[in-house]
């Protein structure tokens, strides 16, 4: 029997002896590597947290004492030590969380995908506990060095000094990556640490030295005791934490259990805020991650373990790698487009524009906020800043979009991608916020493109704005086939009509063209004509959208996105405007936390593949459309 088998939460692992913990980590890194190259997954960050995991929950009493994990994709040892070794559907529809999630264990207590917050949710457990005279227990948030680089990390840090008798203990996962190398101040600041180990060492030979030497030594060493603080900025510049009023212990070697265990008991005996700060490896263990500079294997989708190739290789090209490669070109043409990013440089396909024009491209760390505030600045000196983001993540600039690019009338282009449905990542991830959220944005202009073509001519239309923002979203995975247009109306592309007088106007949003189509076809043969129409821009909504919806008896909206205050929202309410009165059915999302499952499963489950447009659709012709000549026995 395997050590991690007889792993039915952390008691069990207290029991281990010390002498057995290497064996447990070797099983547990070939535990991962087995699963997730099955599945696909997180695979090199919890490769390189299995001796600091294991630590944790050794020194710690989860869930009495509150574990939380930012980001959540480093949880997977987690999982394992709290008793969740079925990885045989991990991130599919019934199977494992790729993070942490509270409807699997009461050792998940947040579920942060979102990077940047656990220490913002550490601080105001430790204050209630504080409050609630909870004495007894201990706050430990797990942070990575990348999600360091998000400002609300900062601001809690901030705030978690404020009180030096609050049991509270900050875990700094040291990898020198988010996604790839982390980079910034903070990132120069901990490399600085890393290679300054022998100071510790370096202060315990001076006591036994200098108080051996008679007379002299004792007031020497007391003097260099004073000056501790001198020596800790000059050697070891964690004075940037202590000057905070948090207590330092580190730089650890994250993979030796004992040292991190030791650590560990000693910020935990503190009594108040402290930082152990411990070095890892990203992909420890698995000498292909190892040696992947790109990411260390950060994700992975199922392949084989021993020639990494894919389980199932694309058969397509990507939407990221045609913005990518259409980025180039804009390069090539425009000395004034720059790129802006937040810690994803490879997943939003810049990789080669980074490559091509280094000194035009940005990487701000995770640090969303900061990178359109500092895209505006950029436009404002004469620039074109791209920011591409996945779409879920630009929620988390909102304002900035709004009163620093919007207000300003700036010409910043933002690409979304992975926006609509993108499944496995789960609820936080799915991109189904952000044709809501910017509907409200004054001068702000959306479009979606349904396909390589559109992909290509929209991203040059979007950079041509010169006086407000832009906004691209394309969906994640593999583009389809080129959908052609049979004419441009206004600026609406129309894509199927049937016969002279369709009946209904199928508004088809980006990537919900090729839905809508079968979905036409589908309709005749319920005896429903439809025509089939692409806005290409969703905002504002063109007046050519609104005459051909005023040509036709029922409008049905289709968009990849929340039915929240989303295009079919934003339609309604032009026609409104413009005394239209054809009854309108917004087909979308339903505006809740979707569990997560393949992004071809949800589509199905939530009625968005041509099937389900055109069941949805025929119902509501058949309750709102009077009776018809030929076609009477539709009519409801």
Not at 133 to 159: K, P, S
Not at 402 to 415: E, I, P, Q, R, S
Request: charged share 20%; with cysteine; hydrophobic share 45%.
């Amino acid at each position: 029997m395997s050590l991690l088998s007889t792993i039915k939460g952390p008691t069990d692992l207290r029991r281990l002896p010390a002498g057995d913990l290497p064996l447990l980590a070797d099983e547990i890194r070939d535990f991962l590597i087995d699963a997730v190259t099955r599945t696909g997954g997180h695979l090199g960050p919890n490769l390189g947290v299995v001796e600091l995991t294991i630590a944790v929950h050794r020194v710690f009493d989860s869930p009495r004492d509150r574990i939380l994990w930012d980001t959540g994709h480093q949880a997977y040892v987690h999982k394992l030590l709290t008793g969740r070794q079925d990885f045989t559907r991990l991130r599919g529809r019934g199977g494992l969380s790729g993070y942490p999630s509270r409807a699997e264990s009461d050792h998940d207590l947040i579920e942060n995908s979102h990077a940047s917050t656990a220490l913002g949710y550490a601080d105001g457990i430790a204050k209630a506990n504080q409050l609630l005279g909870r004495t007894d227990r201990h706050t430990v948030a797990v942070v990575g060095d990348g999600a360091l680089t998000g400002g609300m990390a900062w601001e809690a840090l901030n705030n978690i000094a404020e009180a030096d008798d609050r049991p509270l203990v900050i875990v700094v996962n040291d990898n020198e990556r988010s996604y790839a190398r982390t980079i910034g101040g903070l990132a120069h600041h901990l490399a600085t640490l890393r290679t300054t180990r022998g100071y510790e060492r370096f202060l315990a030979w001076g006591k036994e030295a200098l108080q051996r030497t008679p007379i002299v030594g004792q007031p020497i060493f007391g003097a260099l005791h004073g000056a501790k603080k001198g020596f800790k900025d000059a050697f070891a510049p964690q004075g940037m934490f202590e000057d905070l009023g948090l207590k330092y212990v580190g730089p650890i070697d994250g993979h030796d259990i004992g040292a991190v265990e030791q650590a560990l008991r000693r910020a935990k005996r503190f009594g108040g805020p402290v930082i152990v700060h411990c070095i890892t490896e990203k992909g420890r263990g698995y000498r292909p991650a190892e040696q992947d500079e790109a990411d260390r294997f950060h994700a992975v989708g199922a392949m084989d373990p021993y020639t990494c190739l894919p389980v199932s290789p694309s058969r397509g090209t990507s939407w990221t790698s045609v913005f990518g490669t259409e980025m180039v070109e804009l390069g090539k043409e425009r000395s004034d487009v720059v790129a802006v990013t937040a810690a994803m440089l490879q997943p939003v396909g810049l990789a080669d524009f980074a490559a091509a024009h280094p000194d035009r491209t940005f990487d701000v760390g995770i640090a969303e906020q900061h990178a359109v505030a500092s895209a505006a600045g950029l436009a404002t000196a004469g620039l074109h800043p791209v920011v591409a983001v996945y779409a879920t993540f630009l929620n988390r600039a909102f304002d900035q979009v709004l009163m620093d690019v919007a207000l300003h009338k700036l010409g910043v282009t933002f690409v979304l991608d992975r926006a609509g449905v993108t499944g496995n990542d789960g609820a936080s991830h799915n991109g189904m916020w952000d044709m809501s959220i910017l509907q409200v944005v004054p001068g702000l202009r959306l479009a979606a493109p349904r396909d390589a073509e559109q992909l290509r001519t929209q991203l040059r239309e979007a950079v041509q704005v010169p006086d407000a923002p832009t906004v691209l979203r394309f969906p994640k995975g593999d583009l389809g086939p080129g959908v052609p247009a049979l004419e441009r109306v206004g600026a609406v592309d129309v894509l199927h009509r049937t016969g002279s007088a369709p009946e209904i106007l199928l508004v088809a949003v980006g990537a919900m063209a090729p839905a809508c189509l079968d979905a036409a076809a589908l309709l005749l043969a319920e005896g429903f004509t439809a025509t089939v129409v692409d806005p290409r821009w969703v905002k504002p909504v063109d007046p050519a959208l609104v005459d051909l919806a005023a040509a036709h008896r029922l409008v049905v909206t289709v968009e990849d996105n929340g039915r929240t205050g989303g295009v079919g929202a934003a339609v309604a309410q032009a026609m409104r405007d413009a005394g239209v009165d054809t009854p309108l059915r917004d087909l979308g999302i339903p505006q809740e936390f979707l569990a997560h499952a393949g992004r071809g499963e949800i589509l199905e489950e939530i009625g968005l593949t041509g099937t389900g447009v055109a069941a949805q659709t025929a119902a509501h012709a058949k309750r709102l459309l009077p009776i018809r000549g030929a076609n009477q026995h539709h009519a409801g």
